[in-house]
């Protein structure tokens, strides 16, 4: 038997109650009937898409982090703001706890979430199970919730309100990056990781992905 053979059962990730999962007809969508949560949807895997959506969410990641994201004119005074310029200042004003939540949110999980699903991705997409496929499947599960991006996005666009009655402001390359970042996230974090380990299952059987994708 597979090691990586799977039950038709689903868990939901708000509440943990365990259901037998069973087919869909095309646009429906099961819900938890104990807290109403989403469990999973009838949605074709579409490998290509996650692996664009993954690269892309990669490169807005490094342009978010490296141009400024906001220009500020004071006094004659020009400055340039990046994410790191605005964490650093954070905790040089001794909210060292929100600062290193700050980094955690906004750089270290995006980035390892994006990491791991293009680690997962690419092999499944060449019709192969990558080393260690079950504990990076379970991370990406426990780091979904804590990618808080578009968090950190509204509180950028709070503050340049409140500083545009002081100074004036631009957005920067950055804004632009974290606000596609936050929307190729979002995208990446829609497709069900079910069809995931029922993949890789077809791929260890020795189906490959173009027996998936003609299934499907």
Known sequence: MSRLATTPLTICECCDAVYERRPLASGEIAHCRRCGAELYRNRRLDLDAMLAIAFGGLITFVIANVY??????????RAQVT???????TYDAGVGLVAVLAALSLFMLPLTQILMFLYVLLPLRAGSVPAGFVPVMHAIRHTRPWSMVEVFLVGV????VKLAAESELAPGVGLWGLAALTV??????????????????DCEAGEGVAVHRAAG
């Open 157 to 160: 666009l709070v503050s340049a």
């Open 68 to 77: 400024p994201v906001l220009i500020m004119e004071l006094g004659g005074t």
């Open 83 to 89: 994410l790191w310029d605005a964490i650093l200042a």
């Open 184 to 201: 190729l996230l979002t995208l990446l974090t829609t497709f069900d990781l079910q069809e995931l380990w029922d993949l890789a299952a």
